[in-house]
């Protein structure tokens, strides 16, 4: 196509079929030096782009003095910008390749927190400025460990991208909170024996079993409630868990409790021990938990099936006769550290054993 020139140096333009219209509309180029070579470069259309020679002009000069990048780098970099790994898109990345349980709260927690506020930025992008606003703002009033959680998701999102180098690291490191969130829910023997009548007089008897088997095994609610026929076996006195929160499968004693609780529900078509509808793997028992929970007069802080998990715990370690790695392997814990939790009770235990020496050999000196 012919140059067709202007009064503008360096300006140029041709004549093409006009875009979304009849007749012919002028493209204009310019033309300069650059590290000692000619450039040429498109600059806009007349009526697409709203150019013209005098602007045109303008765009050149900008261009010389390198104030302004071509039509064809800014285009590269929307296009790096569109294909940026940016917190979204790496967590998107980070769902294909993972199977974890807690996906749902943790793309829940993922889009009420950390979305808003840094979801499309780069993580080398990211300042300690982010973080703080994060804590700050959509995180403000929110628990310590719900701040924690959040932020220890953003840390797995991003060293996922480093390690999968898709994208840059952050160029400081997140400071996590100290969380004290060791709990150990107990009940006295009196709210034991209101909870037991509750659970007996609950009209609705698998209900019943999955709250006699938590108390009983000390297993999980999603243990419980993932617990199929085949992963019990009578004969040898055990129970498998399959797909347990530490990921590798285990296998816990059946206490004659538990089997007694057991052998009374019905076995029908479904695999599964505590079956929801149409046979299916029940999704929740909560509602139905904290029923019994009221019914008993228990707290109301008192989670129902994971607090007689605690119970399960205390009791064996208040005892005195367990030691904290048998309470170890039992409750499936893989670092010793969860255990620990119950140390002072099995201490208080040791400790009126001891006083009870004493009390023996006083007793014995005062006899003789």
């Keep these: 196509m012919k140059r067709i020139k202007t009064v503008y140096r360096g300006v140029f333009y041709r004549e093409v079929d006009r875009i979304g219209g009849k007749g012919k509309e002028k493209v204009f180029y310019i033309i300069f030096k650059k590290d000692g070579k000619n450039q040429e470069e498109k600059v806009g259309r007349q009526y697409a782009d709203d150019m013209t020679a005098a602007r045109a002009a303008l765009v050149r000069g900008e261009r010389i003095e390198g104030k302004r990048l071509s039509r064809k ?15 979204d898109r790496l967590w998107e990345k980070f769902k294909e390749e993972k199977s974890l349980k807690s996906i749902n709260t943790d793309e829940s927690r993922l889009k009420l927190y950390i979305s808003p506020h840094m979801g499309m930025k780069e993580p080398k992008n990211l300042i300690p400025l982010d973080v703080d606003r994060l804590t700050r703002k959509a995180l403000k009033g929110k628990s310590p460990q719900t701040v924690k959680l959040t932020l220890s998701l953003l840390r797995r999102i991003v060293n996922f991208g480093v390690k999968k180098q898709l994208c840059g690291s952050m160029t400081f490191k997140i400071e996590m909170p100290v969380v004290n969130n060791i709990v150990i829910e107990d009940l006295n023997h009196q709210q034991m024996a209101k909870l037991m009548k509750a659970i007996s007089d609950d009209p609705y008897p698998e209900v019943a079993a999955v ?8 297993m999980r609610r999603g243990e419980l409630l993932s617990l199929q026929w085949d992963n019990i076996d009578f004969d040898r006195g055990f129970i498998s868990i399959k797909n347990p929160k530490g990921g590798q499968n285990e296998t816990i004693p ?12 019905p076995r029908g078509v479904s695999p599964y021990v505590f079956p929801g509808r149409g046979g299916q793997k029940r999704p929740d028992i909560r509602r139905a938990a904290n029923r019994i929970r009221k019914a008993a007069d228990l707290p109301k802080e008192f989670r129902p099936l994971h607090g007689l998990r605690h119970v399960f715990a205390s009791m064996l370690a208040s005892s005195g006769q367990v030691d904290l790695f048998t309470l170890q392997k039992l409750l499936t814990h893989k670092d010793p550290k969860t255990t620990q939790r119950y140390a002072h009770l099995r201490d208080d235990a040791l400790r009126k054993a001891s006083n009870l020496a004493g009390d023996i050999i006083e007793q014995a000196a005062k006899a003789s």
Excluded at 73 to 87: F, S
Excluded at 211 to 218: D, P, V, Y
């Design 254 to 265: 059946l206490s004659e409790s538990a089997r007694q609780v057991l052998i009374t529900l």
């Design 73 to 87: 780098e800014i285009r590269e970099q929307h296009k790096e910008k569109e294909e940026a790994m940016t917190i």
């Design 211 to 218: 709250l006699s088997m938590a108390l009983f095994t000390g």
